[in-house]
């Protein structure tokens, strides 16, 4: 199936115009595995004057994709879902090693972008235009009536995180593309060779040549000449706040549609079900080691829960299986480098050496670091606001709700929060004073079902994910007015 995308060398190459080609650099960016330091292959590094042929291309290739039927598009689009989901093994065993996830989780990721492909085409076509009667405006006329369509924007730059390769790459592509915009995929470094597969299902799909198109390089040597280009009318990126806050201050007035870094918080009130909330912190907290958004990433509630909570989360955590994500069951995978490594091994010197009390974990081996909960953390401690992006986690004790949601709202990030409780009028009380995009009532915080709304505000984010929303962030509205004589 991927056999075009590189050669017998493990050279992957890009995609332009419907064809895999390789750079007229001639220099290639080893991709090694997080997991045993294997070399999986190699991408190109490109050139900026390659990056401008790419974009260039996807504006001939927009001339006629924006004029292809509705019907045309999304047909692509379900062929590339079940293409997909055909070669589901293959590409969760690339991703496996690349960025060190476990395989059942790969396999989901890929089953559940099928998904997200299949539901993005049903979308596009139960979207309407509208017309507008002149009439219902004070003073308004009846010879007067707008025709409201939705136009695409042009070219969409995609830029992917490594954490999802295949999933948040495809939710910018597929509402991109059947909105009638053409493609730039900036994937991960570490990631593309994943990305890059799921670049030659849509081509395998039968996508027109040029509507998607592959740039592949280190975003330190060509990813600011990609955000400024004058070729790119929109900028869809997940990654970390720092680039996002950096791409915002590049973009020139492109509009944005950001993902970014969160600290969501957990807070449990004394009446909550402690097993339950346990559980959901747990798998919250851990799974893929904590490396996503949406991971929880601090717990707040009271001395009276906190004891009892403890030995909860110690005893599940010790549980988690930690080793090498090829091995059933495995849930603590190493990290995707030392530098990740680096920085939490950091975080949990910095609660030692300040107080915090470690219920469990807290050591390291190459880049996995084991599974670490600390109690008593305190708003003095760099744990309690650092988005530590791997398994450590951090209970933080208040004294009232109040404190509780004050502690929240003081984070620069707003992306997620839970509530765990019985009380659903203190649960719709804290909902509606955290400043996040999203509160999960009696559930860990996590990302979808897909067409949910999925926003950050403060640094994590900017504009509205979720099918629906992406597509109409991807698109603008143009008003054809009649006047009836």
């Given at each position: 199936m991927f056999s075009n995308l590189r050669n017998n060398d493990k050279i992957y190459k890009n995609l332009y115009n419907g064809e895999w080609i390789e750079s007229s650099s001639q220099k290639l960016i080893e991709i090694f595995s997080p997991v045993d330091?294997?070399?999986?292959?190699?991408?190109q590094a490109m050139t900026t004057e390659e990056v401008d042929m790419a974009i260039k291309n996807t504006k001939e290739a927009l001339k006629s994709w924006q004029e292809t039927s509705l019907n045309e598009r999304v047909d692509i689009i379900y062929k590339a879902a079940n293409i997909l989901e055909e070669n589901?093994?293959?590409?969760?065993?690339?991703?496996?090693?690349?960025?060190?996830?476990?395989?059942?989780?790969?396999?989901?990721?890929v089953v559940r972008t099928a998904d997200l492909l299949r539901f993005t085409a049903d979308t596009a076509k139960s979207m309407q235009g509208e017309a507008l009667s002149g009439d219902s405006f004070p003073g308004g006329s009846k010879s007067k009536m707008a025709f409201v369509s939705r136009e695409p924007l042009g070219t969409v730059l995609a830029i992917a995180p490594f954490n999802y390769p295949i999933n948040l790459s495809a939710s910018k592509i597929g509402p991109a593309i059947v909105a009638g915009n053409t493609v730039i995929l900036k994937p991960p470094t570490q990631?593309?060779?994943?990305?890059?597969?799921l670049a030659e299902v849509f081509n395998k799909a039968g996508l027109p040549a040029g509507v998607l198109n592959t740039v592949t390089g280190r975003g330190s040597e060509i990813g600011d000449y990609l955000i400024s280009h004058e070729g790119i009318n929109f900028i869809n990126f997940t990654g970390s706040t720092a680039v996002g806050q950096h791409i915002a201050s590049l973009s020139k007035m492109v509009p944005l549609l950001l993902e970014l870094g969160g600290k969501d918080a957990a807070i449990i009130l004394e009446d909550a079900n402690l097993e339950e909330a346990a559980t959901n912190i747990v798998n919250g907290a851990y799974?893929?080691?904590g490396q996503r958004c949406t991971a929880v990433k601090r717990i707040l509630t009271f001395d009276s829960v906190a004891d009892k909570l403890i030995p909860l989360l110690k005893e599940k955590i010790e549980k988690l299986k930690v080793g090498n994500p090829a091995e059933d069951g495995v849930v603590i995978t190493p990290l995707i480098d030392n530098k990740s490594a680096d920085f939490v091994e950091g975080l949990i010197k910095d609660a030692k050496d300040s107080g915090a009390t470690l219920v469990t974990g807290g050591t390291r081996e190459n880049n996995t670091?084991?599974?670490?909960?600390f109690d008593?953390?305190?708003?003095?401690?760099?744990?309690?606001?650092?988005?530590?992006?791997?398994?450590?986690?951090?209970?933080?004790?208040?004294?009232?709700?109040?404190?509780?949601?004050?502690i929240a709202n003081k984070s620069e990030y707003g992306l997620q929060s839970s509530v765990f409780t019985q009380d659903i009028d203190k649960a719709f009380y804290i909902a509606k004073k955290?400043?996040?995009?999203?509160?999960?009532?009696?559930?860990?915080?996590?990302?979808?079902?897909?067409?949910?709304?999925?926003?950050?505000?403060?640094?994590?984010?900017?504009?509205?994910?979720?099918?629906?929303?992406?597509?109409?962030?991807?698109?603008?509205?143009?008003?054809?007015?009649?006047?009836?004589?």
């Open positions: 330091g294997s070399s999986l292959g190699k991408v589901s093994e293959e590409i969760a065993t690339l991703m496996m090693m690349e960025i060190s996830k476990d395989k059942k989780s790969c396999v989901s990721e990631g593309s060779l994943s990305a890059l597969c799974s893929y080691s670091i084991y599974p670490t909960l008593n953390v305190t708003t003095d401690m760099r744990l309690a606001w650092e988005e530590p992006f791997g398994p450590v986690l951090p209970l933080i004790r208040v004294s009232s709700i109040d404190e509780a949601i004050e955290l400043e996040v995009g999203t509160v999960q009532i009696n559930n860990k915080t996590e990302r979808g079902p897909d067409h949910y709304p999925f926003l950050g505000v403060k640094s994590s984010g900017m504009g509205t994910q979720g099918i629906r929303y992406s597509i109409e962030a991807m698109s603008r509205p143009k008003a054809i007015v009649l006047n009836i004589k």
